[in-house]
T-cell receptor
Framework: DGGITQSPKYLFRKEGQNVTLSCEQN?????MYWYRQDPGQGLRLIYY???????QKGDIAEGYSVSREKKESFPLTVTSAQKNPTAFYLC?????????????????FGPGTRLTVL | ELKVEQNPLFLSMQEGKNYTIYCNYS?????LYWYRQDPGKSLESLFV?????AVKQEGRLMASLDTKARLSTLHITAAVHDLSATYFC?????????????FGQGTRLTINP
């Protein structure tokens, strides 16, 4: 089955710790995204990558880092510099930017990781 | 700065009634997406609207896009309890050479028996 997986489903972090959230897709999508969702709020873009070995900051990148060494994988590290990391983290992917073989930018989401700071 | 505003943010309605959720956005775009989110879950794609005048329907939900008015609507017909969820619209825009989705705040819909 094609899809996007995220792990772990729940993650607890102590103060001062770095933690890494996994995101894998087998949809052969070029573009991948990380969003943060706070309770009762919409989604805010953290980082995105349109192609392997390249990524850009989104609207709230401070305290986060990413890598894109493989097309299938886009891990997110929440560093100790992120002062309020408790949130629901969603990974998404899309075929690629519009104009790529007539595609649109419909994004497909993984099941999410709920991060709590202890 | 692009703004995507949904109205209303909270909606409580009776089963069998009709209602419309509005999504207004502040910059030019001809691509808009609607998603559904159940409590504690991820986002599920509902509709992809790619041109002015686009209309899509699935069951009791119908979405439309007016790019000139910068407005999309999600219409619910004869609501049933299973449609209770939070609904998000997302506008596709180009910023600094990259395409991004900008999400509205979400509309929390509760349908009462």
């Amino acid at each position: 089955d094609g899809g996007i997986t995220q792990s772990p489903k729940y993650l607890f972090r102590k103060e001062g710790q770095n933690v890494t959230l996994s995101c894998e897709q087998n949809l052969n999508h070029d573009a991948m995204y990380w969003y943060r969702q706070d309770p009762g709020q919409g989604l805010r873009l953290i980082y995105y990558s349109q192609i392997v070995n390249d990524f850009q900051k989104g609207d709230i990148a401070e305290g986060y880092s990413v890598s894109r060494e493989k097309k299938e994988s886009f891990p997110l590290t929440v560093t100790s510099a992120q002062k309020n990391p408790t949130a629901f983290y969603l990974c998404a992917s899309s075929i690629g930017p519009p104009g790529t073989s007539g595609t649109d930018n419909e994004q497909f989401f993984g099941p999410g990781t709920r991060l709590t700071v202890l | 700065e692009l703004k995507v505003e949904q109205n209303p943010l909270f909606l409580s309605m009776q089963e069998g009634k009709n209602y419309t959720i509005y999504c207004n956005y502040s910059t030019t775009s001809d691509r808009l997406y609607w998603y559904r989110q159940d409590p504690g879950k991820s986002l599920e794609s509902l509709f992809v609207l790619l041109s002015n005048g686009a209309v899509k329907q699935e069951g009791r939900l119908m979405a439309s896009l007016d790019t000139k008015a910068r407005l999309s609507t999600l219409h619910i017909t004869a609501a049933v309890h299973d449609l209770s969820a939070t609904y998000f619209c997302a506008v596709d825009i180009e910023i600094q050479g990259a395409q991004k989705l900008v999400f509205g705040q979400g509309t929390r819909l509760t349908i009462n028996p």
